[in-house]
Each structure stands twice: as structure tokens, then as C-alpha cells.
């Protein structure tokens, strides 16, 4: 059914864009219809000087501002330094209950530690309230990260892998 409608627009669409000669405009030999040149009967008013036509351009793009972190304040982004990351403030507030410094002190106090060591990629979970700090382990398949509880200021790895085993 979803085609069908598809289709019927298309159809609509295209038989629209075919011109019928009307009885000001002679037809030519081949079928078509002369247009009339469209300058000729341009006014003076019309016309938009080359200078504002540069001034439009000089005028910045909507949503072609970032700030030194990459957001995008005309779409309501600001920088969260305590989240390391952009975000809308009605969206997802900027302060937790931990910061990345403090989740980093609670991983290096977790068995994450003795696996192998913490990165420097972090980022706060806002749906689970939980700081991802990436490990430097290689297992093949696995993206391992410790995983902080804001709940239970404790941490615990979390292995994400894929199920896909090589070799």
C-alpha cells in the first residue's frame, strides 16, 4: 500500500511538471512551447545589487556555530566540563552526583585495575548514571570498559564483546 502511494505521487508529480502550450504562447514545430525570455520583462526593482547579495553571504549559516569544544549553541549545546562532552542542560543536567575524577579515583580502588590499566576515554552515562572509562586490555572481540556506579560508588568491568570469536 505504501508503493502504491509512493507511486500515485510520483505520477502526479511528473504529469504536473508537463506544460500545455496556453493561447498566448505559440507552439513550435517540434511540439514545444516557446517560452517568452523571462529578462525582458524583468523591472528595475527586481533586481538585487551584487553588494547585497554579499552582504547575505558574509551573514553566518544557522547552526554553523561551535564554540572551542565543537558545540553548537544556536541548537542549544554547551559544553559540560565535569561530563567531558556537549549536551542540552534540559535534556540532560551537567552535574552528577560523581565526576570523572572522582569515578577514576573508585575504578583505581576496583578490581578494573588489576585487568589492565584505565584510558583516558571516559563518558558519563546519563540513562544508567554510570561513568564508562575504557580499559587498555587486548581480547579479541571485546571493547572492555569499568564501569562506575554513581548508585553504589562502586565499579565492575564490563566486557562488550561482540560473541564473535577469531581463531
Known amino acids: 500500500m505504501y508503493k502504491t502511494i509512493i507511486l500515485f505521487l510520483i505520477s502526479v508529480a511528473l504529469i504536473g511538471c508537463v506544460q500545455q502550450p496556453t493561447a498566448d504562447q505559440p507552439v513550435v514545430d517540434n511540439g514545444t512551447v516557446d517560452e517568452p525570455n523571462v529578462t525582458d520583462d524583468v ?9 547585497e547579495i554579499n552582504d547575505a553571504m558574509d551573514e553566518p549559516l544557522v547552526g554553523g556555530d561551535s564554540d572551542e569544544h565543537g558545540c ?20 540532560e543536567p551537567c552535574s552528577s ?3 570523572a575524577s572522582e569515578a577514576r579515583e573508585i575504578a583505581m580502588q576496583s578490581d578494573c ?3 589492565g590499566n584505565l584510558s583516558d576515554s571516559s563518558e558519563y552515562n546519563n540513562a544508567t548514571n554510570t561513568w564508562w572509562i575504557d580499559l587498555e586490555i587486548e581480547k579479541p572481540g571485546c571493547s572492555p570498559a569499568c564501569v562506575v556506579s554513581e548508585e553504589k560508588e ?3 568491568i564490563n566486557w562488550r564483546c561482540t560473541g564473535l570469536q577469531i581463531g
Not at 43 to 51: I, K, L, Q, T, W
Open 154 to 156: 562502586s565499579a565492575e
Open 72 to 91: 553548537i549553541g544556536s541548537a542549544g549545546y554547551s559544553w559540560c566540563e565535569e561530563k567531558q562532552k556537549c549536551l542540552r542542560s534540559w535534556e
Open 113 to 115: 585495575v588489576s585487568e
Open 97 to 99: 552526583k560523581l565526576n
Open 43 to 51: 523591472e528595475e526593482d527586481m533586481v538585487v545589487p551584487p553588494n
